[in-house]
């Protein structure tokens, strides 16, 4: 897609940041409730671990796990960008007639609104608080090639979750309410990915069934990047070829069904 082409979807993420600006006491309760989510983790798994003997199970220690949980929360916030959620908001209201009639494809249109929400929330509220934990707890620093392999990977693993929040809300068009979906979905993300727990840490038939799912690719893929737990270039070119993979194949998954919720529509005389 070439540049004129993509410049049609600047209206949108700059409508959804100006959307976002107005309401600024949003971010101070997203910051409030996300730094009480990250410290229930955080001591949680400090409380269970911080007094073992030796070695940490899957060659963890505190300071690096402590980093992977804080970051894992992080990271889930950064995905929130509630696109499941206005879609099907859309869908219920009507007002998907009018995306209908836009000469832009719906579902680049909906992640160009999606991404202000990610990149706003990385910014005034994600840096914040892991500043904040970096003042309390030891965490373990990344070297620079691990920060660009993150950010590289972090890339990757907002478009895989938007493919997913996508999917999720274009089955409004399939039911009439989506809450249900919206919940068995945002439990499932956040275990498979390795929000919860570490994939490390997983029984090992739990394991490899995590690791063949798209979440991973979310929190735990870009994590192991960040805290060099790969083998060698190839280790981590091999993590990101399967985010990239799941990335591309999602896309093109919801930009299927993006068409048949269309046909549905035409079919039913919408």
Known sequence: MNA???????????????????????????????????????????????????GLPGGYDLPRLTTYVLLAQVLGLMQASRVDEEVSGEVQRGDIAVSLLRPVSYPLSRFAT??????????????????LYALLLP????????????????????VIGF???????LAGFVTTNIWGVRVVKDSVVAFFAGQVVPLALMPGPLAAVARVLPFQGMVDGPLRLLLGRYDGAAGAARILAVQLGWALALCALASLAWRGAVRRVEVLGG
Do not use: C, D, E
């Open 4 to 54: 004129p082409a993509l410049r049609r979807y600047t209206p949108f993420a700059a409508s959804s940041l100006q959307s976002l600006l107005q309401y600024r006491s949003t971010f101070l309760i997203n910051a409030l409730t996300a730094t009480t989510a990250v410290g229930v983790q955080v001591f949680l798994w400090r409380a269970v671990y911080g007094g073992r003997p030796g």
């Open 114 to 131: 999606g991404l202000p929400v990610s990149l706003t929330n990385a910014t005034l509220v994600a840096v914040p608080v892991v500043a």
């Open 139 to 158: 965490l373990t620093t990344p070297t620079w090639g691990g920060m660009l392999l993150f950010a590289f990977s972090a890339a990757l693993s907002l």
């Open 163 to 169: 493919g997913v929040n996508l999917l999720v809300g």
